[in-house]
């Protein structure tokens, strides 16, 4: 921040003062200024130059131009004083009610033009490549939401998805068939240092999990590879703690023959009601399934998703 006879000197322009006033209480480009203002573009950028070489106005780069703003090494002695000088400047500057307004006004254009472009995107916005915006950096920021919890991963493969939960949860046991997923699922946690991620190799019809030992388990994209499925769920329902949850990522019920060999698929997906039915029929309570995917290339899978609660104790016994 500028020294205090630095700002005195600086500020004793009325403009200059107006343009402070403004970047007070917003990021400006030159455009905007000069909207509100009614100035032309080389008496903003001199006034500008000016703030910006007694260190109170900074600016940043985005896109094609410039946004200003007061300067934020604000704590200092003159930074206080500058601080004291614009609220008394807000008083005696006769324009600067009428900036306010103006300055209001050319927000408004910023955020219509915003608005516009998302009402032009309207309804197909799922559709359309969104920078930024991903599957996996949805599930990441809704796994930091969940409360630290003992997992079972079944069917999980090499592990990909035991090592997200991983991130957040107090323990998760990955449990595949394949010794070989088993053994590269391992060398990845080791990569990771992931210390709380156990890979055990056993079937989902017969989980190497004791009783009522977790809280929360996954079957993603794995139960349509079950013999038995309904088999499949009593297990989960065991090693389940009384109120634990069960969630089901699967796909839905399709024609596609060729994935029994091409995937090794036992069965070609499941049908809602089929699912509900099944969960129902284990034991479990409030079973909520719904079709959250549908691939648009051919053979279109969709996925199915399930969720559901073992009760708790009391209405179990």
Not at 177 to 197: C, F, P, T, Y
Not at 221 to 241: D, F, G, M, N, T
Not at 245 to 267: N, T
Request: aromatic fraction near 6%.
């Amino acid at each position: 921040m500028a020294s205090i006879v630095k700002i005195l000197r600086v500020v004793a322009d009325p403009n200059r003062l107006r343009i402070l006033l403004l970047l007070k209480g917003e990021e400006l480009s030159v455009a905007e200024l000069q909207e509100i203002l009614v100035m032309g573009q080389s008496t903003i950028s001199t006034h500008l130059s000016q703030l910006k070489q007694a260190g109170l106005v900074e600016d940043r780069r985005t896109g094609k131009s410039n946004l200003y703003r007061l300067c934020s090494s604000g704590a200092s002695g003159a930074g206080i004083l500058l601080i004291e000088l614009l609220d008394r400047a807000k008083q005696e500057i006769p324009e600067a009610q009428e900036d306010q307004a103006a300055r209001r006004q050319v927000l408004r254009k910023r955020q219509d033009k915003m608005r516009s472009f998302f009402d032009s995107v309207a309804g197909r916005l799922g559709k359309d490549y969104v920078p930024g915006k991903s599957w996996k950096s949805l599930a990441e920021a809704l796994l930091r939401l969940m409360p630290p919890l003992v997992i079972a991963d079944l069917g999980a493969g090499e592990g990909a998805f035991a090592l997200l939960l991983a991130e957040r949860a107090k323990k998760v046991i990955a449990v595949d068939s394949s010794a070989k997923m088993i053994e590269v699922g391992r060398e990845q946690a080791l990569r990771h240092d992931v210390k709380n991620l156990d890979f055990r190799l056993g079937d989902m019809e017969e989980i190497p999990i004791d009783d009522r030992s977790v809280d929360l388990v996954f079957f993603s994209q794995s139960l349509h590879h079950a013999l038995h499925p309904e088999c499949a769920l009593k297990e989960a329902w065991r090693i389940l703690v009384p109120g634990g949850r069960i969630v089901i990522l699967d796909l839905v019920k399709h024609r596609f023959e060729e994935a029994r060999e091409m995937y090794a698929d036992e069965w070609l997906g499941f049908s809602e009601s089929g699912l509900e039915a099944m969960l129902e029929k284990t034991g479990f309570l409030q079973v909520v399934t719904s079709v959250v995917h549908k691939e648009p290339e051919t053979p279109q899978f969709q996925t199915l998703l399930a969720v559901a609660n073992k009760p708790d104790s009391s209405r179990e016994a």
